[in-house]
Every structure is written in structure tokens, then in C-alpha cells.
């Protein structure tokens, strides 16, 4: 069985280790509290989607795995998320969102990053990596472990 985060907290809109500033609308948090492993939102331009994306992954970085997980960092925490859209511009809404939300509480390592509209790339304190990749890479992306 596959691993799933916890619910969110519907009061709080945060998970249970930090506090993202976020205040999701009730569709967006209606999918946040679904405890389906795979959701596929739909909507028009300017509906909440890529923030909605965004913030998921973002509470991601915090929830600690399982150790029957391979794909950790040291610390328990995922080690890498992947951000696929058709082309790189329409990956960065969501890890701007990502980036902002990680900014915010100071979780965004001081290392390496790349900020660019060909990809783009950030690692947290907790180690985790955070890449954009476009369906192009898809060859790459199923030959990485």
C-alpha cells in the first residue's frame, strides 16, 4: 500500500510540523482534504489550480516517510518532487508558488537553485529537491531511479 500524507487540518489549513501562510477556497481546499492518492483538477485560467499544486507539494516537503520508502532524504523526508508540464513555461506557476510558500518560512536552502524559464530547480533545508521538467524529458525521467 502506497504511503499518503495526512489530512489537513480543516480549521487550521496547515499540516501538523509548520504553518504556511494559505487560506485555500472551499473548492480548493475540498481537494486538499481528499484522501484520493491521485487527483486530477480541472478549471479555467485563473482558478486556483497551479496554487493549489503548488501548496501541495510545498506541505509535502514536511511530511516525514515511512522508512519502506526509498525515495528519502537522511532526514525521512521526500527527496525529490518533479513539476511536468508541456514546456518549462508552464511549470513555473506552480513552483513559484512552491518557491514563495518555501520562501516564506525560510525552508529554501541556501545551496544550489536555478531560477529559469528552461528549468528550474530548488532544494530545502530538509533536502528535498524540487525540479520542472517537460513531457519532452519523459524518456529521462523513466530511465531515473
Known amino acids: 500500500m502506497a504511503f499518503r500524507k495526512p ?3 480543516a ?11 494559505y487560506a485555500p477556497s472551499e473548492l480548493q481546499l475540498q481537494v486538499h482534504l481528499d ?3 491521485f487527483k486530477i483538477v480541472v478549471g479555467g485560467e485563473g482558478s486556483g489550480k497551479s496554487r493549489l499544486g503548488g501548496r501541495e507539494i510545498a506541505d509535502w516537503c514536511f511530511w516525514p ?4 520508502v526509498s525515495a528519502r532524504t537522511k532526514e525521512g523526508f521526500a527527496s ?14 506552480e513552483f513559484d508558488y512552491i518557491a514563495d510558500s518555501l520562501s516564506t518560512i525560510g525552508a529554501v536552502a541556501d545551496g544550489p537553485h536555478r ?9 530545502t533545508k530538509l533536502g528535498t529537491r524540487i525540479e520542472t521538467k ?8 523513466a530511465a531515473q531511479p
Open 115 to 123: 531560477y529559469r524559464r528552461d528549468s528550474s530547480y530548488l532544494v
Open 80 to 93: 525529490l518532487f518533479w513539476i511536468i508540464g508541456p514546456d518549462y513555461e508552464l511549470t513555473l506557476p
Open 11 to 21: 480549521e487550521k489549513t496547515t499540516n501538523s510540523l509548520i504553518t504556511i501562510p
Open 7 to 9: 489530512l489537513w487540518d
Open 35 to 37: 484522501s484520493t492518492r
Open 134 to 141: 517537460t513531457a519532452a524529458d519523459a524518456r529521462k525521467i
Open 65 to 68: 516517510l515511512p522508512e519502506t
